[in-house]
Structures are given as structure tokens and as C-alpha cells.
């Protein structure tokens, strides 16, 4: 016994049997998609695309002291930080507080467990951020009202910026408190240096003038020549007194303040102080400009994005497209009801075929 076979065409019989009820139903699938289509509420996109700049080159810092450049991070690492700034929750929530999106999204009031999800829920729903293929970051925002859409979108960018500055902010916080730390230090060994070498300077006589040793050389060379002729010519009194006076020049219990004794000592001894105080002094100069520079750095704040594109206000909405919706509602019922009929012939034949069988 063949087998029975089915066509297409061969449906054509059974659906001109129940045409009248295919027809109500493709009618009311058409009203009723209709009807839900005109009081679906217009949505509006708006999309800012940017991208992340390098964070090693956005510190103030470097841009400060090397003369550094914003380079554009299009490293995998930059684009997963964004993103994950972006779809997390602190920044979802600061964004339902900031614009009201509870009574926005008619979810409640704030403070209810369930009026919160359901905002986050709507948010992240709305919310969509992507990496595209020109390795940029595309930021989507759909609303209701277009207006919203737009600043609720630049909002957004700003949060990530502004959160993704702060990963590297408190960082550069300890950092400018070393170099305050360090600058106080070299102040305090700056004013040591200087006290001890002035100090140095008093005791021995030592100024750092050049008249003060040609003084001492030009002195204890007159007065040992003019002892010389005292004793040539025998005159012993002059000669004591001399003598007493060339020990002054040259020894330091000689009485005398300038004499070749202290002098090199004092001098032995500044020289290794004003050493200590020159090198004290640059290190407090350098100390000083990194501080400055770094205080300026965190005082000013660079943005860790480039924006390609700003978010506006949509021209025309993005959905619902309610042709489309009153067509496949209509070929939808279309389709299941001509499956519906044709199981129900089929169930109906085989009972026949049945009761037959059992005569």
C-alpha cells in the first residue's frame, strides 16, 4: 500500500474549507497588532563614539617634565577597562540618580529593593557599549524622550572618563606627598649646611676672598725677609720682636686671627662644608621644581578619552517599526492558523479512516 503524499497545493482545498475562520483570524491578528503597535511609544538612540587614550601617556607628570604626547590606547586591556566601567553598577546607579530615572522609568521610589532593580534592569537594557571593528568605543543610549537619550549618552562618557583618571588619581596622591616629604628634608638639611658653614667661616676667618691668603703669604714673607736683615745686622731686640710676629702669621697660638695655621684648617674644613652645601642646595632646587610640577600635575586633570563624536538628539526613532510588526503578526496567525486547520483535517481523516476499519 503507497504511502500518502502532500502538497502544497493540495492545502488549497482545506484552507478554501475553512477560509472563513482563517480569515477572522488573520483580521483580528491585524487589529490587535494594529492596535498595540500605534501605543507602543517611540524609542530614540543616541550614540557617542570615542576612544581611550594610553594611561601612561595622560599623566600630567610626564606630559609636564618629558614633554610627553596623547597617544590613542587601542590596546585590547584599554578597551576591556572602558567597557567594564561603563556596564558596572556604581556607575549605573549614579546615573539613575542623577537624571531621576525612578520616575522616569515609573519603576517606584528610591529606596525599595524591587524599584531599584527594575531601574538597573531598564538602564542596562537601555544601555549598550561596544568595541567596533576601527577599534572604538561606541556608547548607546535609547530613550523615550530624545532629549535625554543625548545627555544621559555625553553624561555617561564623562562618568568614564572622570572614573578611569581616578584609577591612576590616588596614586599620584602619595607620590606628590614624597615629594613634599622629601622637599621638607633637604629644607631642613639645606638650613644645617648653611649654619654650620657660617659658623665655619666666623671661627676661622675664612671667607672665600683671595686677599685673605695673599694677605697671609705677602705678610709672612715680608716679615721673614725683615728678620733675615734684623739678625744680618745683630740687632737681637728687633729680631725677638720679629719673631714673635712671623709665629703669629703661621701658627694658631699666635694670637693673631689671620695666621697659616687656622687658615688651612678652616679652609680644609669649609671646603668640605661648601661642598656639602652646593650639593645640599641643588638637590633642594631639583626637590622643589618636582614637587611644583607634581602639584600641578594633579590639580589639573586630562581626559583619558577622545571623543570622535558627541551624542545628539536622534532625528528619527529607531523603533518600533510598526510595519513590520502589523506584517509578521499577520503572517505569523497566517502561517499558525493553515498549520491549525491542516492538523485538525489530519485528525479528522484518520478518525474516519478508524471507525471505517472497525465496520
Given at each position: 500500500?503507497s504511502?500518502?503524499?502532500?502538497?502544497?497545493?493540495?492545502?488549497?482545498?482545506?484552507?478554501?474549507?475553512?477560509?472563513?475562520?482563517?480569515?477572522?483570524?488573520?483580521?483580528?491578528?491585524?487589529?490587535?497588532?494594529?492596535?498595540?503597535a500605534?501605543?507602543?511609544?517611540?524609542i530614540?538612540?543616541?550614540?557617542a563614539?570615542f576612544?581611550?587614550t594610553n594611561?601612561?601617556?595622560?599623566?600630567?607628570d610626564?606630559?609636564?617634565?618629558e614633554?610627553?604626547?596623547?597617544?590613542?590606547?587601542?590596546?585590547?586591556?584599554?578597551?576591556?577597562?572602558?567597557?567594564?566601567?561603563?556596564?558596572?553598577?556604581?556607575?549605573?546607579?549614579?546615573?539613575?540618580?542623577?537624571?531621576?530615572?525612578?520616575?522616569?522609568y515609573?519603576?517606584?521610589?528610591?529606596?525599595?529593593?524591587?524599584?531599584?532593580?527594575?531601574?538597573?534592569?531598564?538602564f542596562?537594557?537601555?544601555?549598550n557599549?561596544?568595541?567596533n571593528?576601527?577599534?572604538?568605543i561606541?556608547l548607546?543610549?535609547?530613550?523615550?524622550?530624545?532629549?535625554?537619550?543625548?545627555?544621559m549618552a555625553?553624561t555617561?562618557?564623562?562618568?568614564?572618563d572622570?572614573?578611569n583618571?581616578?584609577l591612576?588619581?590616588?596614586?599620584?596622591?602619595?607620590?606628590?606627598?614624597?615629594y613634599r616629604?622629601?622637599?621638607?628634608?633637604?629644607?631642613?638639611?639645606?638650613v644645617?649646611?648653611?649654619?654650620?658653614?657660617?659658623?665655619?667661616?666666623?671661627?676661622?676667618g675664612?671667607?672665600?676672598?683671595?686677599?685673605?691668603?695673599r694677605?697671609?703669604a705677602?705678610?709672612?714673607?715680608?716679615?721673614?725677609?725683615?728678620?733675615?736683615?734684623?739678625?744680618?745686622?745683630?740687632?737681637?731686640?728687633?729680631a725677638?720682636g720679629?719673631?714673635?710676629?712671623?709665629?703669629?702669621?703661621?701658627?694658631a697660638?699666635?694670637?693673631?686671627?689671620?695666621?697659616?695655621?687656622?687658615?688651612?684648617?678652616?679652609?680644609d674644613?669649609?671646603?668640605?662644608?661648601?661642598?656639602?652645601?652646593?650639593?645640599?642646595?641643588?638637590?633642594?632646587?631639583?626637590a622643589?621644581?618636582?614637587?611644583?610640577?607634581a602639584?600641578?600635575?594633579?590639580?589639573?586633570?586630562?581626559?583619558?578619552?577622545?571623543?570622535v563624536?558627541k551624542a545628539?538628539p536622534?532625528?528619527?526613532?529607531a523603533?518600533?517599526?510598526r510595519?513590520?510588526i502589523?506584517?509578521?503578526?499577520?503572517?505569523?496567525?497566517?502561517?499558525l492558523?493553515?498549520?491549525?486547520?491542516t492538523l485538525?483535517?489530519?485528525y479528522?481523516?484518520?478518525?474516519?479512516?478508524?471507525?471505517?476499519?472497525?465496520?
Amino acid at each position: 500500500m503507497s504511502s500518502r503524499t502532500y502538497s502544497l497545493m493540495g492545502l488549497w482545498p482545506v484552507i478554501n474549507r475553512w477560509k472563513n475562520l482563517v480569515l477572522a483570524a488573520v483580521g483580528l491578528a491585524f487589529l490587535l497588532s494594529l492596535l498595540v503597535a500605534f501605543f507602543l511609544p517611540n524609542i530614540y538612540r543616541s550614540t557617542a563614539v570615542f576612544y581611550p587614550t594610553n594611561p601612561e601617556t595622560t599623566d600630567p607628570d610626564r606630559i609636564v617634565t618629558e614633554g610627553g604626547k596623547l597617544q590613542l590606547g587601542g590596546r585590547a586591556e584599554d578597551l576591556d577597562r572602558i567597557i567594564t566601567i561603563g556596564e558596572s553598577q556604581p556607575v549605573a546607579e549614579l546615573m539613575i540618580r542623577r537624571f531621576g530615572l525612578y520616575n522616569h522609568y515609573k519603576v517606584g521610589s528610591p529606596g525599595d529593593e524591587k524599584a531599584e532593580q527594575d531601574a538597573l534592569d531598564t538602564f542596562d537594557k537601555n544601555l549598550n557599549i561596544v568595541h567596533n571593528d576601527r577599534d572604538a568605543i561606541e556608547l548607546t543610549i535609547e530613550d523615550e524622550d530624545k532629549q535625554l537619550a543625548a545627555r544621559m549618552a555625553n553624561t555617561l562618557v564623562s562618568v568614564i572618563d572622570s572614573i578611569n583618571q581616578q584609577l591612576t588619581y590616588e596614586n599620584r596622591r602619595s607620590i606628590i606627598e614624597l615629594y613634599r616629604d622629601r622637599s621638607a628634608f633637604l629644607e631642613k638639611e639645606f638650613v644645617q649646611a648653611h649654619d654650620s658653614l657660617l659658623a665655619a667661616r666666623r671661627r676661622y676667618g675664612v671667607y672665600g676672598m683671595d686677599r685673605e691668603s695673599r694677605y697671609i703669604a705677602k705678610e709672612i714673607i715680608e716679615m721673614e725677609a725683615e728678620l733675615r736683615r734684623a739678625e744680618g745686622e745683630g740687632n737681637s731686640g728687633k729680631a725677638a720682636g720679629l719673631r714673635r710676629a712671623l709665629k703669629g702669621l703661621t701658627q694658631a697660638d699666635g694670637g693673631n686671627v689671620y695666621n697659616l695655621e687656622s687658615y688651612t684648617k678652616g679652609l680644609d674644613l669649609i671646603t668640605g662644608l661648601y661642598s656639602r652645601f652646593n650639593d645640599v642646595q641643588t638637590r633642594l632646587q631639583v626637590a622643589r621644581g618636582a614637587y611644583e610640577t607634581a602639584r600641578l600635575a594633579i590639580s589639573s586633570r586630562i581626559s583619558s578619552i577622545y571623543i570622535v563624536q558627541k551624542a545628539f538628539p536622534a532625528t528619527k526613532k529607531a523603533k518600533p517599526v510598526r510595519s513590520l510588526i502589523v506584517v509578521s503578526s499577520v503572517l505569523i496567525t497566517l502561517v499558525l492558523s493553515i498549520i491549525f486547520i491542516t492538523l485538525l483535517e489530519l485528525y479528522r481523516g484518520n478518525l474516519g479512516l478508524s471507525r471505517l476499519r472497525k465496520v
